[in-house]
């Protein structure tokens, strides 16, 4: 039998979580247009620490 690998990539979606939830907690926590930009930067470097550093020697 020949095994299919799924070819998804799926990486987006840590990217947009961690831009999101970036964006959402500094909005909450500062109430600033810059603090939110500035959230969503470092949400979204988060997001590609966890994605390169943790998930990326899983497999499914």
Known sequence: ???E???NS???VYYVLGLFFGILTAAIT???F???ILGGIIGLIF???FL???V???HY
């Open 5 to 7: 690998e799924n070819n």
């Open 30 to 32: 500062s109430g600033s």
């Open 47 to 49: 997001g590609a620490v």
């Open 1 to 3: 039998m020949i095994k």
């Open 52 to 54: 390169n550093k943790i």
């Open 10 to 12: 799926l990486d987006w």
């Open 34 to 36: 810059g603090g939110s």
């Open 56 to 58: 990326k020697g899983r």
